[in-house]
């Protein structure tokens, strides 16, 4: 089993920035690639970026160019930068883990974290 905890999390104005991190624990080893997640209240779940074991990273498109995830070594931590908000960016906002190649580009990962709440203000 994979642990995930959330961190950094917050309200801030329109055009501001924030830092989203997640530290994993236990069975990290069996972590093929790590994602963030969000969902706004009434709307569904969306992937927002999805992160692999070389660093490499995929973004949804409204994200591109705003928001950067990267990982520690050894899935020792992952984070989201996040830049030029804006107030359709607020949600709870989740890590989680994917225990098999082939769920990476999938929403269906194995492993969640409890949320970290983002709020932007106009």
């Known amino acids: 089993q994979v642990q995930l905890v959330e961190s950094g999390g917050g309200a801030v104005q329109a055009g501001g920035s924030l830092r989203l991190s997640c530290a994993p624990s236990g069975s990290i080893f069996m972590i093929a690639c790590m994602g963030w997640f969000r969902q706004a209240p009434g709307k569904e779940r969306e992937k927002v970026a999805t992160?692999?074991?070389?660093?490499?990273?995929d973004y949804t498109d409204s994200v591109k160019g705003r928001f950067i995830g990267s990982k520690g070594s050894a899935w020792s931590r992952l984070d989201l930068q996040m830049s030029s908000l804006s107030p359709e960016d607020t949600a709870m906002y989740y890590c989680a883990a994917a225990n098999n190649w082939q769920l990476c580009s999938t929403d269906a990962f194995s492993y969640w974290g409890q949320g970290t709440q983002v709020t932007v203000s106009s």
């Open positions: 992160i692999y074991g070389d660093g490499r990273a």
